[in-house]
């Protein structure tokens, strides 16, 4: 048997409740959306001659077994739909890939022709892809009698599908590659790994503690003076220094000034670090995420990341900088507190204590619960923001599909998921905190009771009973502080958990420890047996060798998703090859450090990004220390000259985000003025002109002609004519280079480019272009 996934033994029992003992499964699998791409629990079994999808939702809850004991959940598969097919009516299986979504499809055979000959088998989200493939691959070896594979095969495949998943809880890892569970990790070294980088504000830390200890002690002292000190010693004619009423009043102002002062410094460095620490995380932060790989980002949303950065770094502030602080010092005035109390009233300090272990005991209870309302409600906070900034990316396409009602229905969805997971944990913590502050106050209670019999039975003084009281207030307003530290606490430590997610993610690329120099870059490039997959089950380049001498330009075209762009991800390290070489003038890519490897490169995309600023700022984004003359000149050579000069600032305009928006040629213009200033030794053209007309087009090719001698140029190219002075013409179909040559040579031999070529003259006939 093949388990793709970790079957549930309740998923187990509801399939042998079928009919269908687990034993005769073949395959088994998981996706995670139902036929309306709504989150749903679908597993999908395989046996000798049937496909079943059973759909549901795995649900557990907290079987308690008393108060003081740990409860242990209980888990439930509640069945939704059961589906059932005859593996014999399908031919092949395979899968889908949508926008951010997958599904497993089937074609039906041919004599099956009584429903549509593509159906549906489960939808999935990318987090299920990779099991999908393995799953297809190996239904699809079932059908064409490839049943019997080796017990290898099956064990590494269960080997790969116990890797996903954590082995003390079952849960999927965040980050297969790194195989940590944020559940399961030892808080403790959580704290640990984050104290780390305090460490370098131990003095200003040190301090806050300090003054925070002086106040705290000042603090403690003031009960006595105007309580028992003042009854006893002022008041009572027979005390020390009965009278002297001026005398206690003059210690009372003293040492509040004095705590006043404190007070003020303690609030100065506060905000002195406070801005500090907040500034170096998010920094470290920021350069955690930009150290990772591209790969990285492809499967996260924008919104998501903003929200570690910015609401993460302030939790863990708050966390080191405030909670800290205040447990070190509240921990000190309990003990302080307690101290005195038993040395005036041992009897009366245990009542005071009575209710406080029960009511911890039932605060680390409550904590597993409030853990699992804040992961939730942080969830939804970062669901909404990611889907906040994809619609306003695409606000465009929004409105010009009349669509606002659709993603202003989809916005409340997701915002009323949000409020209603803050209301839950705010219901939690406002319902059930109180009742533990009553438990505690239970014993102030009883202190009243008692104490008020051992003044009257002549066994305590008045004084002393006042003074009693008011430390016991007192230290309950620490020991209160450690029960509602509680829900802060869950707050920083989901912060920590997924912001060490980003710290300790390893980029797929790395830079050479040891780089070899590159020197005078000639601009020879070459491809040898090179084999990259986005996916590790998926193919894009597969043994892909040609070489481009110096100065050399070529073309590569193809049918969309074909691989073009790929080649030049590839050559500039955006990702690694899986194998074989990408070499300049004879050096491996992976030996050349990040920085000589893209100076002497420049890319126009088709997906041209122009930043925050004025337009003279975004063409020196390529060399920072070009003159304007230098800028200006670029300018010229792109065709953006004439249409900046003709803006109301001209170089200075600034676009961007509520400022002077451009249309997508000029963004384009822009972006090739870049790559011209950078003046590299290789340059790669990547649908460079995608956005122009063909008058704009023509009219700065005969620029982009003398840009490019003397370069080695890549261009990759939708409009094959323009491919007819390349020295020679790649042809990239299926990840493989079917055809190879000249413009001429490749329209005599007929192939896939002249079909190609033939296809693009016959629509630009149509609509009255001649090229």
Request: charged share 25%.
């Amino acid at each position: 048997m093949t388990e793709l996934y970790d079957i549930p033994a309740e998923v187990k029992a509801a399939l042998e409740t079928k009919g269908i003992p687990y034993e005769k499964v073949d395959i088994a699998a998981k996706t995670d959306l139902d036929d309306g791409c709504v989150p749903c629990d679908n597993y999908i079994f395989v046996t000798d001659g049937d496909i079943i999808i059973l759909a549901g939702s795995m649900t557990s809850r907290l079987k308690r077994n008393g108060i003081f004991k740990q409860p242990k959940p209980e888990r439930h598969f509640f069945e939704l739909s059961y589906t059932h097919h005859s593996l014999s009516d399908y031919e092949e299986f395979e899968v889908e890939e949508l926008l951010s979504s997958a599904r497993i499809v089937a074609r039906r055979r041919a004599d099956a022709d009584t429903l549509p000959r593509t159906e549906l088998i489960a939808n999935l989200s990318n987090t299920y892809k990779n099991e999908a493939y393995k799953f297809v691959r190996k239904i699809n070896a079932l059908i064409k009698g490839e049943s019997k594979e080796s017990s290898d095969d099956d064990n590494n495949a269960n080997n790969e599908k116990e890797e996903l998943f954590c082995p003390k809880c079952g849960r999927r890892y965040a980050d297969p590659e790194r195989k940590v569970c944020m559940r399961c990790m030892d808080k403790v070294s959580i704290i640990k790994r984050f104290s780390v980088f305090f460490t370098r504000y131990r003095f200003h830390m040190g301090a806050i503690i300090l003054t925070m200890v002086l106040t705290s002690g000042l603090g403690i002292l003031a009960p006595y003076i105007s309580s028992g000190f003042y009854y006893d010693e002022v008041l009572d004619e027979n005390g020390r220094f009965f009278g002297k009423i001026l005398l206690v009043i003059g210690i009372i102002l003293v040492t509040r000034i004095i705590s006043l002062l404190v007070t003020i410094v303690n609030g100065v460095i506060t905000s002195r670090i406070a801005a500090k620490v907040t500034y170096d995380l998010k920094k470290e932060i920021f350069g955690a995420i930009e150290r990772l790989s591209i790969g990285y980002f492809t499967n996260r949303h924008t919104g998501g990341l903003m929200t570690q950065v910015n609401n993460d770094a302030n939790n863990i502030y708050w966390f080191f900088c405030d909670i800290v602080p205040y447990s070190v010092v509240n921990a000190f005035q309990i003990i302080g507190i307690i101290v005195i109390m038993l040395i005036m009233e041992p009897v009366l300090t245990l009542i005071s204590l009575l209710t406080v272990p029960v009511a911890f005991i039932i605060t680390k209870r409550l904590f597993i619960i409030l853990e699992k309302y804040h992961a939730k409600r942080y969830s939804q906070s970062r669901s909404l923001n990611s889907l906040l900034s994809d619609i306003l990316s695409g606000i465009r396409v929004v409105k010009a599909f009349s669509k606002e009602s659709e993603e202003a229905a989809r916005f409340s969805v997701r915002n009323k998921a949000l409020a209603d997971a803050n209301m839950k944990a705010s219901v939690f913590n406002t319902t059930v905190f109180p009742f533990i502050s009553m438990l505690i106050y239970i014993s102030n209670m009883l202190v009243l009771g008692v104490g008020g019999w051992m003044v009257i039975d002549g066994k305590m003084s008045y004084g002393i009973l006042l003074t009693f009281i008011a430390y016991m207030n007192m230290v309950y307003s620490p020991l209160m502080f450690f029960v509602d530290i509680v829900y802060m606490l869950t707050d920083c430590l989901n912060s920590m958990n997924r912001l060490l997610d980003v710290m300790d993610a390893v980029p797929d690329v790395v830079e050479s420890k040891n780089p070899t120099p590159l020197g005078e870059v000639r601009g020879e490039v070459e491809f040898d047996n090179v084999v990259f997959g986005y996916e590790k089950n998926r193919t894009v380049i597969d043994e892909m060798s040609f070489k481009i001498k110096p100065g050399e330009v070529i073309g590569i075209v193809g049918h969309t998703g074909a691989g073009k762009s790929t080649l030049a991800n590839l050559l500039i390290r955006l990702y690694d090859v899986a194998s074989g070489s990408i070499k300049i003038d004879g050096v491996d890519i992976r030996d050349i450090s990040f920085n000589d490897l893209r100076k002497n490169i420049a890319i126009v995309s088709q997906e041209t990004y122009l930043f925050m600023g004025t337009i003279m700022d975004n063409i020196k984004y390529a060399r920072p220390d070009a003159t304007e003359e230098e800028v200006i000149t670029a300018s010229k050579i792109a065709g953006a000259h004439d249409f900046i000069i003709k803006l109301p600032d001209a170089y200075n305009t600034r676009i961007g985000f509520g400022y002077k928006d451009l249309s997508g040629g000029e963004r384009q213009r822009i972006s090739i003025a870049r790559a011209i200033l950078r003046n590299p030794r290789i340059l790669i053209m990547d649908e460079a002109t995608a956005a122009m007309d063909t008058q704009t087009e023509r009219r700065i090719q005969a620029a982009l002609d003398n840009l490019v001698k003397g370069r080695t140029t890549i261009m990759i190219a939708h409009r094959l004519s323009t491919l007819r002075n390349a020295d020679y013409i790649i042809v990239v179909e299926n990840g493989k280079m079917p055809e190879f040559g000249t413009h001429a040579k490749l329209i005599t031999k007929k192939g896939i480019f002249f079909r190609l070529y033939k296809l693009q003259m016959e629509a630009l006939r149509n609509i009255g272009i001649e090229e």
